[in-house]
């Protein structure tokens, strides 16, 4: 579970436990886990990045695959674990094995889950923001599309310029606010020329980010959703 | 060229209050982004042309003193003489001393962001040569006496308006304000110094290894006649620009005006090799050759030496969003957006510009357009890695990561400090000020959490 989710959204974290049982996965979330430790990783703080990528190792140990419901955090581990390993003999194989079965959500559930029936319902229109890392470190971008797509009553719009970054960046939002604000004012534009209902991504960062941004901008309509939270609807 | 980046977060802010600059930056996407996509889908393999040419690029690096000897033979062998530079300075001093060798009073320029580098404009100024930039936005520049923004559009954030008003000051001429007017007005004004400069100088796009030749990719002309006209041509650049034969180049040739504006070819491509011939009907009586080192070669061998691939496409900055927020001056240096947010800290100082490598969202956009694929953003976390480990950082961003990296490490401790922020938090719901948060909430509500974190709630949905 990322971090995000358990202190703002546990609903997304909950959402993505529904879809993983509906396609039929016995799912455990390991109480002790923590960070993934991509602030420090991208801080350059390597060593604790280090530290933590062990401890994720281990806890998901006897895991035969690690889901995230984030494609920065997915990223983290499948892209950067390796790359932080990559001079360390010992722990290197280790670390690759938990990379080579971590993947993000959506791309979890088109590859290995056959769903057919999601048991999320969503009658209007969507549109699509494509998160950073999980677009150009995972190659998200088809995945979500194909399984909103299998929601009778959604209906995707796609924005202009879906993939340019909504300027969350992590702790670059607080340490250039400013800038980040601006990027996140060009998102909120490109959102509302869709007139969509919600705006939906995978990664909470980006979520807040621009949530914060289209109330501030007096928009108190437009919903901001985790796609796991449109695909696994309401709970029974 | 001084370097400001100290400055980047003021410059930033003032950059996102311009409107004219906001004006002007919102015609990338349509000037430079979508041009690109278009030209790329011309080939039939960006993919694996890019793959090529990172490989040429890397092969020219893993070998570059083979292949500067390789060039300083054959430049020779043509004609021209080349100079080995160390720093900017010694480039100054060896291009002043060409000048004063060769009698030279006046100096017409094309665009060279290598002697942006050394700021030599203003050293041969103050040794007395008048020196005249012949590219119109650099040109421009001078005239305004401001640096370039972006090192493929130099005046990109500048409109017509101010432009026709600089002319008319600057030129005593009546106010133009059609576009090709004005175009016309700065070609009759430049002309006749090509005609009666004594010394022209040019950067150099590729050296290649195999014929001592400097290739140069232009779209106005005035690099071309600034090379051939004067009876001396001297050619600056990086010592990395080298690249083993023509068929490489020719390989380059098919990226960099693609990355750079979208155009399949520039205008003019000139492969200068050597001085005037027996029998040719233009091209200097004196060529030489500057290479110039100023912290490249440092590079070599090290994590940072796919940087020295650059081909100066200008690809990055393009499609950076923040670079798209506030252009190019906030950065401070010669070189604006990613590939900058890497250069300068390592040629102009890491203690000078500890924001830029910051400054990054980590997005990748840079890296996914990059014609020699240089892993910017893992080069901005290398940097921020050495800028924590040199103490360059604010004590409490290095108090707050080592609190945090402490309580990550303990699942409890964490567990807890997530259960207390979520709650506060909440509590904290609906103001527009939070202390830690200022940088946020100037921009932006704080989302409100739903209340217990996602560990308390699985606990009770789970107990053990």
């Known amino acids: ?236 | 060229m001084q370097i400001t980046s100290a400055e980047f977060k003021r410059k930033a802010s003032a950059a996102l209050r311009d409107t004219q600059l906001q004006h002007a930056l919102g015609r990338m996407q349509s000037h430079f982004v979508d041009k690109r996509a278009a030209a790329m889908r011309e080939l039939p393999d960006v993919e694996a042309l890019r793959d090529a040419a990172t490989a040429i690029r890397a092969r020219a690096l893993r070998d570059l003193d083979q292949y500067l000897s390789q060039f300083e033979r054959a430049a020779t062998a043509a004609g021209a003489e080349v100079h080995w530079a160390e720093t900017a300075e010694d480039a100054n001093r060896i291009i002043t001393e060409i000048a004063r060798a060769q009698s030279v009073r006046k100096i017409v320029k094309s665009k060279s962001m290598v002697t942006e580098e050394c700021a030599l404009n203003e050293h041969l100024e103050r040794e007395g040569f008048e020196v005249v930039e012949t590219d119109l936005g650099e040109y421009i520049l001078q005239l305004a006496h401001e640096p370039p923004s972006h090192i493929v559009a130099p005046v990109m954030h500048k409109n017509k308006a101010e432009i026709a008003t600089l002319f008319e000051e600057k030129h005593r001429r009546p106010r133009l304000d059609d576009i090709a007017a004005l175009v016309g007005e700065a070609r009759e004004i430049l002309r006749p110094h090509f005609l009666t400069a004594d010394m022209g100088i040019s950067g150099a796009n590729f050296l290649i290894a195999e014929t001592g030749s400097v290739m140069l990719f232009t779209n106005e002309g005035n690099g071309r006649l600034a090379t051939t006209l004067p009876r001396v041509h001297v050619a600056i650049a990086g010592i990395e620009k080298v690249v083993p034969t023509l068929d490489d180049a020719a390989v380059l040739a098919r990226l960099l005006p693609r990355s750079a504006t979208g155009q399949s070819i520039t205008n003019y491509v000139s492969v200068l090799t050597g001085t005037r011939r027996d029998g040719d009907l233009d091209g200097p009586q004196h060529m030489h050759i500057v290479l110039l080192d100023n912290g490249r070669s440092r590079l070599l061998g090290t994590s940072m030496e796919p940087m020295l691939r650059c081909i100066r496409c200008g690809a990055c900055m393009n499609h950076c969003p923040v670079y798209q927020n506030i252009g190019g001056h906030a950065y401070g240096w010669v070189y604006p957006g990613p590939m900058g947010a890497v250069l300068t800290p390592l040629y102009a100082g890491i203690e000078k510009s500890v924001d830029l490598p910051n400054a990054s969202t980590f997005c990748g956009a840079c890296v996914a357009v990059c014609p020699v694929k240089i892993p910017l953003t893992d080069l901005m976390r290398e940097l921020r890695s050495r800028q924590l480990a040199q103490g360059l950082r604010s004590s409490a961003e290095r108090w707050g990561l080592r609190a945090w990296s402490w309580a990550a490490q303990r699942p409890n401790v964490y567990a807890w400090i997530a259960r207390a922020a979520a709650r506060l938090l909440r509590r904290l719901s609906g103001r527009r000020w939070l202390p830690g948060l200022s940088n946020w909430t100037g921009g932006r509500d704080v989302p409100t959490p739903e209340g217990r974190t996602f560990r308390e709630l699985y606990r009770d949905r789970h107990p053990k």
């Open chain 1, 1 to 236: 579970m990322t971090c995000l989710v358990d202190l703002m959204r546990p609903r997304i974290g909950f959402a993505a436990l529904r879809l993983l049982e509906t396609a039929g996965c016995r799912v455990v979330v390991p109480d002790a886990q923590t960070c993934c430790g991509q602030p420090g990783y991208n801080a350059g703080e390597f060593d604790s990045a280090r530290a933590l990528a062990l401890k994720l190792a281990d806890e998901f140990a006897d895991c035969e695959y690690v889901v995230v419901p984030s494609g920065s955090c997915a990223g983290m581990i499948r892209v950067h674990y390796p790359t932080l390993f990559a001079h360390d003999a010992i722990h290197r194989e280790r670390v690759a094995q938990l990379a080579a079965r971590t993947y993000e959500l959506t791309d979890f559930l088109v590859r290995f889950a056959n769903v057919t029936a999601l048991p999320g319902r969503f009658e209007g229109t969507l549109t699509y923001h494509d998160a950073c890392s999980g677009l150009r470190e995972l190659g998200i971008q088809r995945q979500p599309r194909a399984l909103l797509a299998k929601l009778p009553g959604a209906k995707l719009v796609e924005m202009p310029d879906a993939t340019t970054c909504c300027g969350f960046g992590g702790t670059f939002s607080n340490k250039y606010g400013e800038i980040s604000s601006a990027m996140a004012g060009r998102k909120c534009a490109a959102i509302g020329q869709t007139g969509a209902d919600a705006v939906v991504a995978g990664d909470l960062g980006c979520l807040l980010n621009i949530e914060g941004r289209l109330r501030r901008l007096g928009d108190d309509n437009t919903k901001v959703l985790h796609v796991a939270e449109v695909l696994a609807g309401e709970p029974e």
